[in-house]
């Protein structure tokens, strides 16, 4: 099993900045990928990021790019959402989640969810 769990969010005004982190526990020798996902009010949750375990290569959402950087601390099993030039539209609340192997397959799990809200 991994556990997640997440810290850095807030208000904040458009165009500034937030870091939001995730910290793995448990058998993260296990994990594939860690990934941020958000849920604004009224609309699905959506993919915002991926940080591959393996050869640490990062994905993002075209409406990310260039303004999200996902990093990882390894001594920490802690991966970063580094986010600026916020926007309104970035409000939501940003879900942690990893990809792990297990025994009889690959799991997703989930952390608690951090709030991120900006002002215009």
């Known amino acids: 099993q991994v556990q997640l769990v997440e810290s850095g969010g807030g208000l904040v005004q458009a165009g500034g900045s937030l870091r939001l982190s995730c910290a793995a526990s448990g058998r993260t020798f296990t994990i594939i990928h860690m990934d941020w996902y958000r849920q604004a009010p009224g609309k699905e949750r959506e993919f915002v990021a991926r940080f591959s375990w393996s050869d640490s290569t990062s994905y993002y959402a075209d409406s990310v790019k260039g303004r999200i950087i996902i990093s990882r601390d390894n001594a920490k099993n802690t991966v970063y959402l580094q986010m600026n030039s916020l926007k309104p539209e970035d409000t939501g609340i940003y879900y942690c989640?990893?990809?792990?192997?297990?025994?009889?397959?690959?799991?997703?799990?989930w952390g608690q969810g951090t709030q991120v809200t900006v002002s215009s």
């Open positions: 989640s990893a990809g792990y192997q297990t025994a009889t397959g690959p799991r997703v799990e």
